[in-house]
């Protein structure tokens, strides 16, 4: 055979390598399957079938396509799932993707890679860390210097050497095996020692290629749930700063009643404490507007009784329709909080708070309105982008609207001075409880592009 066209045929086996690793990694089964160090027999089985048959492919389009010998890459895949897999996948394999060699009566094809399939996963079980095996590289000058980097301060074999070893020498006894018997194995082989080598270092890089493709795969896939864990601790300290403020408003809220009005304070405090009840049974992330505004009922009716009926009104707006739909839970009450605070608080005549909700293009519209003083210069609620001088309770509204949906949500405040201030949000409609969690929502846009709109007049 050319020495070209060996050469010619090694190159092209590292791209078909590389080619069938890439193609694998796009199922999400086989992703969820690779991440597993521990795998049960039957997902061995799936891993074997799903990598194994295009290889054993590889090998019927060596016999029928003339001189097409890079198609063939059953060694190199009987290794790499043995050592991905262990003992049992390293020895199927080697049975299933032989098996076609067979029809081109190169019976010791099988029995070959069925022993590099077990010494493969034999070679895994001797692995202190199994991330030693991702990390293989083929360039044995790194692996020799982190060898030696490790072995000054801790001596003891290194895996990988031993494991380049292992398929270097693997290599040589199929070359000779190929020279033995030409007619009853397959080895790609040449006389010419440069030729040599390079065949060998094929071998090498067929195996550390899909390794690296396969890792880069893991180390997203390890990113994504450290992502999805990250916004779900978000989401709790943003949650666990909204009860603790609440509360310590709302005992201010009694402490005022305690000696003018015991009667009303100790009705205010088993409000409080049916508030404090349903906050210790809220879990979800989220719950439908019915029960935020059954919420909202039990808060106003403190707020009522401190500011004096006669001074503030609550009026409602909701479309029946809207009731059902879910909304972040504790989203609604920071904002109703503010306009008391900062609206009509300030206002020596108390005023108006209305609530409205409805429907609108797929789309929950929310709005929190008071006719109270609205932002200037005596009340700096606004700050360069737009909002964030009201304290907790909108900063967390904030937040909270950016880790749970990302650039799919919007806020929009407008307030004249001395008029009011309306306090509009913009949120997806949501029909479930399932798949709701911050993680999972905050995939549907980036944080970065949440919007915040203000009109504020002076």
């Known amino acids: 055979m050319d020495q070209r066209l060996i050469l010619i045929t090694v ?29 049960t027999l039957a997902e061995k089985i799936f891993l074997v079938l799903f990598v194994g048959l295009p290889f054993a492919l590889g090998v019927i389009v060596r016999g029928s396509v003339h001189n097409f010998l890079a198609a063939d890459l059953s060694f190199e895949a009987t290794i790499l799932l043995g050592v991905i897999a262990g003992r049992f996948a390293g020895v199927s394999a080697g049975i299933l993707i032989s098996l076609p060699s067979l029809i081109h009566g190169e019976w010791l094809n099988v029995p070959f890679n069925v022993l590099a399939g077990f010494a493969a996963g034999v070679l895994r079980g001797l692995a202190h860390d199994y991330e030693v095996i991702w990390a293989f590289t ?26 380049f070893l292992f398929v270097l020498a693997l290599s040589v006894t199929r070359a000779e095996l190929g020279g033995l018997f030409p007619q009853y ?12 080598l390079a065949i060998f270092a094929s071998n090498l890089m067929c195996i550390a290629i899909p390794l690296k493709i396969f890792n880069n795969v893991r180390i997203e ?4 749930q450290q992502e999805r864990a990250l916004m779900q601790a978000r989401m709790a300290a943003l949650q666990s700063q909204i009860n603790p403020h609440f509360l310590f408003n709302t005992l201010n809220s009694v402490s005022s ?40 009922d ?9 500011f004096g009926r006669d001074k503030l009104q609550v009026i409602k707006e909701l479309d029946p329709a809207s009731l059902e739909v879910l909304v972040p839970s504790m989203m609604l009450q920071p904002l109703v909080e503010n306009s008391l605070k900062h609206g009509l ?114």
């Open 138 to 163: 083929p360039f044995v000058d790194l692996s020799v210097y982190r060898w030696i980097r490790r072995n000054v301060q801790q001596p003891r074999l290194d895996w990988q050497i031993g494991f």
């Open 345 to 458: 608080a300030p206002k020596i005549g108390g005023g108006r708070i209305y609530l409205r909700s409805r429907l609108e293009s797929g789309n929950l519209l929310l709005e929190v309105e008071d006719d109270g003083v609205g932002i200037g210069a005596a009340n700096p609620l606004e700050a360069s982008d737009g909002m964030t001088g009201a304290g907790i309770g909108m900063s967390n509204v904030t937040e909270r609207l950016k880790v749970l949906y990302g650039g799919t949500a919007a806020m929009e405040i407008a307030s004249r001075p001395g008029e009011g201030t309306r306090v509009k949000l913009r949120v997806p409609v949501l029909q479930s409880l399932e798949g709701t969690s911050a993680a999972g929502l905050s995939a549907a846009g980036p944080a970065g592009h949440f919007a915040i709109r203000s009109n504020t007049q002076r």
């Open 185 to 196: 194995f397959f080895s790609l082989d040449s006389p010419q020692w440069g030729v040599k």
């Open 11 to 39: 190159l092209v086996k590292l791209g078909v390598a590389a080619a069938v690793a890439s193609a694998l990694v796009r199922s999400k089964v086989f992703k969820n399957n690779l991440f597993r160090e521990e795998r």
């Open 221 to 224: 896939m390890k990113l994504e």
């Open 298 to 306: 039990d808060y106003l009716d403190i707020e009522v009784v401190r």
């Open 257 to 296: 009643l305690v000696r003018r009005d015991p009667d009303t304070a100790r009705e205010l405090i088993v409000k409080l404490a049916n508030i404090l009840r349903r906050l210790l049974r809220r879990v979800d992330a989220f719950s439908p507007l019915r029960d935020e505004i059954a919420f909202l």
